[in-house]
DNA sequence: GTGAACTAGTTGTATAGTACAACGTGATGT
DNA sequence: ACATCACGTTGTACTATACAACTAGTTCAC
């Protein structure tokens, strides 16, 4: 057992026991947008509209689910469908604007609870720890 | 916007992609055992058995949850129950061998796809990961 | 230009995971 | 001995999810 799988080891126990508390987490801190239904539309708000197949390509979803979520999200009243003039198959979603609120909310309130959590870091490892995150799940997106 | 604020938002999107994804892969790799069987039965193996209630305390599930999936456990002959002598209420939860043996073929393989994802790290990368998380998830727990 | 093949999205059905409330049963403490 | 508490199960409901079957538009080959 080297000191290198140690630290694998360890790795592997903590981001198992983040996700295995993140849904529940977020779903106390906010009722009001789960944390599928927040990717969603911070997804659509980021691209500025995209389509559902757009979103379940991105998050690897069934198209069922990402139409089902979407259904959800529309009879809440924060996405609204515009069909492509050009391709009549297509629906091109937008956050509405109590959607875009409701987003800047929820976006606002995590963004707080990240900065309590990390207040006491220094910015060296801050940063760090950004780069490692985004090497680990774009390792994680290359092998599968 | 400071630099400390760009890291922080860089924490908060890739521990959320992260989790947004990890029962997916999780499930698409191991349909054996779900995210939540395994962590429950790997839970009783660590802890040498332990009861019901304290498997809901530790994963913040409702014990009737926890009731379900133990019960789910034992169906597929991957759990054992004896009753402890001293307080019939309670049961002490045990893996049996064979939940035993596919616990240790789902960590093995889990193992193996993490040291696959952080082949290239550099062990100092590693070993400062492995601590960051710790510190993360520390602090999570204790901020609720 | 018409039919085959493809693409976008919906709906039926089934399953897992979860919570909350009500309950049964055993233990404890006044 | 009775009230209260602790442990676990069951009824019910809801969310997230996948797969399969379907409808309706689009495109391409001939």
Redesign the interface.
């Known amino acids: 057992m080297t000191?290198?799988d140690?630290?694998?080891?360890?790795?592997?126990q903590?981001?198992?026991?983040?996700?295995?508390?993140?849904?529940?987490?977020a779903a106390r801190m906010h009722p009001e947008l789960s944390?599928?239904s927040y990717?969603l539309l911070a997804h659509l708000d980021d691209q500025q509209g995209c389509r559902a197949t757009d979103l379940a390509a991105h998050?690897?979803l069934d198209k069922s689910t990402a139409s089902r979520q979407i259904a959800a999200l529309e009879r809440l009243g924060f996405v609204e469908r515009r069909i492509d003039p050009d391709d009549h198959r297509v629906q091109v979603l937008h956050p509405t604007t109590e959607g875009a609120q409701v987003l800047a909310n929820v976006t606002a309130s995590?963004?707080k609870?990240?900065?309590?959590?990390?207040a006491d870091?220094r910015?060296e490892?801050?940063?760090?720890?950004?780069?490692?995150?985004?090497?680990?799940?774009a390792?994680?997106e290359r092998?599968?």
């Open positions: 000191h290198r140690d630290s694998v080891e360890t790795i592997q903590e981001m198992t026991a983040f996700a295995r508390r993140a849904r529940a987490t944390l599928v990717t998050y690897y995590r963004r609870a990240f900065h309590e959590r990390l870091w910015e490892d801050l940063d760090r720890f950004a780069s490692y995150l985004v090497r680990y799940n390792a994680q092998l599968g």
